[in-house]
């Protein structure tokens, strides 16, 4: 699998990054056999929050024989300084890693989110600058992400950005237009950018019997390989993007890594036709609640 540098991390990161959200309600031995299966494809990148249910504690255990193979991620939803700090203690015990690779704060959605995780913010800064996290980043999961995040940065000094990136939204110039503000300024200051959603294809029908969830994602991922494929290279053919994450799904994982493994950057007339089939989908944000 192709590794990308992740910004002034220098981390070689492969460039699927295995999401930990597939393992929410995972027993021990399905998230040992998950990790197992992208350790395998050559993935050497972990993102994982308290906030994906089971996920640190079924995961945590299978991390010890494997810290050094592995660039791990946490993330805190928290705002006040002191419960931020003890969620970092609790998430790099869990994770067996004595000093995060990367800590993140996450889902900061809009400007009056970030002035409330301001504190939260400034505390990540301060364990890296102390070395108990290598690095540190934001994370967020809406429309309004791309504005919110150019904010950030020029608030805080930040090595990652973690956002959406998936066909259908380059068809909406809202969207696009200041997601490529944020990524020419990621280039310019080299910082870390990952995509999130990249699979990502609808919102889940409600009330519909017809549309049955077959996976566990909160929101309906393509379901081919040609779509699947469509998510993932254009992701990795956005211009600024370094890498992606996998979906909340275990059962997906396996044809995500393979698409991954056989991506060749898409030319601009395969990006939009990647856009056009998308381009009136609707959207999967807001997130539901």
């Given amino acids: 699998m192709e590794k990308r540098r992740l910004g002034r991390t220098g981390h070689q990161s492969s460039v699927a990054i295995l999401g930990g959200a597939a393992c929410w309600a995972a027993t021990p031995e399905e998230a040992g056999n998950w990790l197992d299966t992208a350790l395998q494809s050559g993935v050497n990148h972990l993102d994982i929050a308290p906030q994906y249910g089971a996920a640190e504690s079924v995961v945590g255990p299978h991390l010890a024989d494997h810290r050094a193979d592995l660039f791990i991620a946490g993330k805190t939803l928290r705002a006040n300084p002191v419960g931020v700090r ?132 909160w929101y309906e991922p393509a379901a081919t390989d040609e779509q699947i494929d469509r998510g993932v290279h254009f992701a990795l053919s956005t211009a600024g993007v370094h890498a992606f994450c996998t979906p909340g799904d275990i059962a997906l994982l396996p044809r995500v890594l393979s698409s991954a493994e056989r991506f060749t950057p898409l030319t601009e007339t395969e990006r939009q036709a990647a856009v056009a089939p998308m381009a009136t989908d609707e959207l999967i944000f807001p997130m539901p609640h």
């Fill in 86 to 217: 003890d969620q970092f203690d609790t998430t790099r015990r869990l994770l067996h890693a004595e000093v995060m690779d990367l800590y993140q704060a996450h889902a900061v959605t809009t400007l009056e989110e970030l002035e409330r995780r301001t504190p939260a913010l400034e505390l990540i800064v301060a364990l890296r600058e102390a070395g108990h996290t290598r690095f540190a980043g934001i994370t967020g999961h809406d429309l309004g992400v791309p504005v919110v995040f150019l904010e950030a940065l020029r608030r805080f000094d930040l090595d990652t950005v973690m956002f959406p990136v998936y066909p259908a939204l380059w068809a909406r110039p809202e969207y696009r237009e200041p997601a490529e503000e944020l990524l020419e300024l990621c280039g310019r200051r080299d910082i870390g950018v990952m995509a999130i959603k990249a699979v990502a294809h609808r919102p889940w029908a409600v009330g519909d019997p017809a549309q049955a969830r077959w996976a566990s994602s």
